[in-house]
């Protein structure tokens, strides 16, 4: 069925009038802005909510949806800066330029910096309530934007696919490559009164007060009057460039996120490297910002990029500081599409399970305990009152939306009532569609190493062995940002990027060594022999000097950067509806190739 299609198929709406009312501008300084999601396209007799399509797909569908949604991006870019409602305001809650949202202030003690807490346990509920809001905004937008097709010939189908509207995503892992989509700079659309052509929004976004305003930018002196993803930044912005950084970094990616899923068995495990298990989405996401560079490496502005950026330059801390707006919401919500598949598959996980003390953030002080109960600053639940929290956050059903993983689930609410056994059939279709998209169903089924191991031969039953390296960061201790790389000899096993923030606290990473060991042998002795005698570590900074680490030789590395050698058990799935089963109890550390830390 096409999209137009599945937007009719939705019987029964909400009146736009709701939404509206509750996204409108006025009153703004007295009345905070919450964030209770799209309320509009939901099925009141089954339950089922709209999809989030892949940007892709609905790019490649066409029509009033997405008309709908390149007209709306450009009308938000065109609001004042001034508007809270404004592209401007809301990509500026994730860091530059540092100023209140929704009533919020700097409280004393905080880290000076943006609202998100990169590097830390909240980073994915978080993230959920940044691009909700963001899509309750533009929802609106689009349905103002639909009503001005009443004497267009397919006026109805516009007013439904606003209905129905919810943000796209872009799903790097399984196909990193830029959406051709965001790589014009024009792009034509069928408007209100017929063909029309703008700026693509989706491209870059143009600063409505250039240069910069120095205390609201500082340090943007020579940034371009819009964002760019131009190596070096210039405005020669090659698509290619971008493509082959990420092609580069493909199979990292993909090996990282099944590996979240197959691993990570706490919320507090999949959503931050904070955790010491190492096995978060956080860090693939770092990864597809550095990869696709210029602002989008950045998180002070990197939000202002309806995509992401443009590929590092990591020899230019400068170009590191603009174009971040247009992408930034269909990567995050890749990140939010991500975790709300493990959350299926761990049903029982959908919030932070452990306390930690925060390093600090715009609002939130330096040293405070941060629980699931702890508020998400700087968004709002219904009442304007209280704050959203880990908890408020667990579950997309509030909010409005799914994605089409779990798009045939949404209906059996109603109709079956839902409980445990339904849970568990919608999780073992999950892992069916995650093998499919990021592990064996992508056809690395050989045991010896080209994959990670347990992806293929389902049923049979033997142990296989995961050789991986843990990482740990100091970030105090290094110049950030930075990229981590490890290699096996001459080959590159894979990476662990920190961004430029946050500037303090641990963070861990486990890096799959299966492909980088290829075929070197199926011995487990004769593995760790190789390894151990060609594990080398390098680190780049944005300044650009590498500085190359030897693994064996401990009195020359880095201070505050702990590698760990891994061997854990895996057993192989048994069908394609479950995943392999790592035993991380019984995983070895080879402390002996180890660099020390002085954390």
């Known amino acids: ?210 240069p910069l305003n120095q205390t609201q930018f500082p340090g943007s002196q020579g940034w371009p009057a819009e964002t760019t993803r131009a190596s070096g930044g210039h405005g020669d912005f090659s698509p290619d460039a971008v493509n082959a950084d990420l092609a580069e970094v493909a199979d990292e990616l993909k090996d990282l996120v099944y590996q979240t899923f197959t691993t990570a068995e706490t919320f507090d495990q999949m959503s931050s490297m904070l955790d010491p298990v190492g096995v978060s989405l956080e860090a693939p996401h770092d990864i597809v910002h550095n990869a696709v560079g210029g602002s989008f490496a950045s998180l002070d502005i990197t939000a202002f990029d309806s995509l992401l950026r443009q590929p590092l330059v990591i020899q230019n801390a400068i170009s590191l500081t603009y174009d971040q707006p247009r992408h930034s919401m269909l990567h995050h919500a890749n990140i939010d599409r991500l975790a709300a598949l493990w959350m299926a598959v761990h049903f029982n996980a959908t919030h932070q399970s452990e306390s930690y003390t925060t390093s600090g953030l715009y609002a939130t002080a330096r040293g405070a305990k941060i629980t699931a109960a702890s ?136 890096i799959p060594l299966q492909r980088a060991i290829g075929n070197v042998s199926s011995n487990h002795s004769a593995v760790e022999t190789a390894l151990r005698g060609q594990l080398r570590v390098d680190v780049r900074t944005a300044h650009g000097d590498g500085s190359p680490v030897n693994a064996s030789a401990s009195d020359d590395l880095i201070a505050g950067l702990q590698v760990q050698l891994v061997a854990r058990p895996v057993m192989p799935r048994r069908s394609r509806f479950e995943f392999p089963t790592p035993a991380f109890e019984n995983r070895s550390l080879y402390t002996d190739v180890v660099s020390r830390s002085n954390a």
């Open 375 to 510: 508020p998400l600053k700087p968004f709002y639940q219904r009442d304007g009152r209280s704050f959203h929290t880990s908890l408020t956050a667990a579950s997309l059903e509030p909010f409005g939306y799914t994605y089409p993983e779990l798009a045939r689930w949404e209906g059996k609410k109603k109709e079956e009532g839902g409980g445990d056994a339904d849970l568990e059939r919608r999780g073992r279709a999950v892992m069916a569609r995650v093998d499919e998209l990021y592990g064996s169903g992508r056809g690395t089924r050989d045991r010896n190493g080209t994959g990670l191991p347990g992806q293929g031969n389902e049923g049979a039953g033997e142990e296989q062995k995961h050789w991986s390296v843990h990482v740990t960061v100091d970030r105090s201790t290094v110049d950030l940002p930075c990229t981590i790389d490890i290699y096996v000899g001459d080959v590159l096993g894979g990476r662990v990027t920190l961004l430029g923030m946050p500037k303090l606290g641990h963070a861990h990473a486990e």
């Open 1 to 210: 069925m096409t999209l137009v299609g599945l937007l009719i198929a939705w019987a029964a709406y909400v009146p736009f009038a709701v939404l509206a009312s509750l996204t409108s501008s006025g009153d703004q300084a007295q009345k905070p802005l919450p964030v209770m999601g799209m309320t509009t396209g939901i099925n009141n007799r089954t339950g089922e909510h709209p999809v989030r399509w892949e940007i892709n797909a609905l790019h490649d569908e066409g029509g009033p949806r997405w008309d709908l949604y390149i007209q709306g991006l450009a009308a938000l870019q065109n609001k004042t800066e001034t508007d809270q409602q404004s592209h401007f305001s809301l990509s500026g809650i994730h860091g530059m330029p540092y100023a209140p949202f929704n009533g919020v202030g700097p409280v004393p003690g905080g880290s000076g910096g943006g609202f998100c807490p990169h590097g830390e346990t909240q980073f994915v509920a978080w993230h959920r309530l940044y691009v909700v809001l963001y899509e309750q905004v533009l929802g609106a937008e689009v349905q103002r934007i639909a009503s001005e097709y009443g004497n267009h010939q397919n006026a109805s189908a516009y007013s439904q696919a606003a209905q129905a509207f919810r943000i796209p995503y872009w799903d790097w892992a399984a196909n990193p490559q830029l959406p051709p989509s965001c790589t014009q700079q024009n792009v034509t659309v069928d408007g209100p009164r017929g063909p029309l052509t703008l700026r693509n929004p989706l491209y870059s976004y143009r600063w409505q007060t250039y």
